[in-house]
């Protein structure tokens, strides 16, 4: 059951890539580069339960906690760069 999950899991995986790189914006571009981090979190996840290995949650953990962080800051990038764009053309 929890291989049939981790294959499910590869497959959003793979749908997302396909999204960041077709993304018509690069809002949505930037959401599923979150949700492929979102999925990698749940495939450590069912692949340290699978293995035995219960110290994979930790490393699920702080992976979660730094896609969040770095999603954050490339949104904030791309903020300050359109309002200096604007800045600009005035």
């Known amino acids: 059951m929890f291989l049939a999950a981790a294959i499910a899991i590869l497959v959003a995986m793979a749908l997302a890539l396909v999204r960041a790189f077709m993304g018509p914006t690069l809002y949505d571009r930037i959401l599923s580069v979150n949700v492929f981090g979102t999925k990698t979190v749940l495939f450590i996840a ?13 490393i699920a953990l702080v992976y979660a906690l730094i896609n969040f962080i770095a999603i954050i800051a490339v949104l904030r990038f791309f903020e300050y760069k359109h309002a200096d764009a604007s800045e600009a053309k005035e």
């Open 46 to 58: 069912v692949l340290g339960f699978l293995m035995g290995r219960p110290e994979f949650l930790d």
